[in-house]
């Protein structure tokens, strides 16, 4: 019963390099999401995806793309980190059964820091 | 748009004292209103939700939060403060027809033994 793993949990990463941040799902859900969370400013979404094959803008997402090949899976990736990137990283999901609605699960988070 | 406001950074409260976390909202629809708890280097956890229903919904660890439409606001409660509540708490909404939770900034609480 793992609900949702993000992987890594931690990275360093110098200006310019690029990764990407795996998040997994094993709950059947249909909605994911990738938030980036900054002192101060709560929870900010990157963006999301309603289905496999599908994603969307969030609020920030700018130096940011992502993928959803796999309904379980969703990818964020970083193509030139800079140090703005600075962040923690939260991955979520959501069922689309309102009778279920909590919400959404939340992984642990990837904290990565842009040197 | 739907938005929230958190309108404390931090909550300080003395142990088995009343703890109380404001949170307003804004949305264009029905809302669907939550809350959710953060501890250090931990994701956030559900505590509890408001979709329909009795204004006056009860969630994990004895918090409680109260509905009010014409004030559109609804505030975390819990009767007795302990020390393990310590935590960062978020509240969110969204709009029935939204994919999409906007959450506030964040209340630090800090309960003190």
């Known amino acids: 019963n793992a609900g949702v793993t993000q992987t890594p949990k931690f990275r360093v990463l110098k200006t310019g390099q690029s990764m990407t941040l795996l998040c997994a799902q094993d709950m059947n859900h249909e909605y994911m999401y990738w938030y980036r969370q900054d002192p101060g400013m709560g929870l900010r979404l990157i963006h999301y995806?309603?289905?496999?094959?599908?994603?969307a803008k969030g609020e920030v997402p700018d130096g940011y793309n992502v993928s959803r090949l796999k309904k379980q899976n969703f990818l964020l990736g970083l193509e030139s980190a800079a140090p703005s990137q600075t962040s923690v990283y939260f991955c979520?999901?959501?069922?689309?059964?309102?009778?279920?609605?909590?919400?959404?699960?939340f992984g642990s988070g990837t904290r990565l820091t842009v040197v | 748009a739907q938005s929230v406001a958190q309108p404390e950074d931090q909550v300080n409260v003395a142990e088995g004292n009343p703890l109380t976390v404001k949170c307003t909202y804004s949305v264009s629809g029905n809302p669907y209103l939550f809350w959710y708890v953060q501890y250090p280097n931990r994701g956030l956890q559900f505590l509890l939700k408001?979709?329909?229903?009795?204004?006056l919904v009860k969630g994990s660890y004895g918090f409680e939060a109260e509905f009010n439409k014409s004030q559109t606001s609804f505030h975390l409660k819990k009767p007795s403060a302990l020390v393990s509540d310590s935590a960062l708490y978020f509240c969110?909404?969204?709009?029935?027809?939204?994919?999409?939770?906007?959450f506030g900034k964040g209340n630090q609480v800090v309960v003190i033994p």
């Open positions: 979520a999901s959501r069922t689309k059964n309102r009778g279920s609605d909590y919400g959404y699960t």
């Open positions: 969110a909404v969204r709009d029935g027809g939204n994919n999409r939770l906007a």
């Open positions: 995806s309603v289905g496999e094959g599908t994603t």
């Open positions: 408001y979709i329909t229903g009795d204004n």
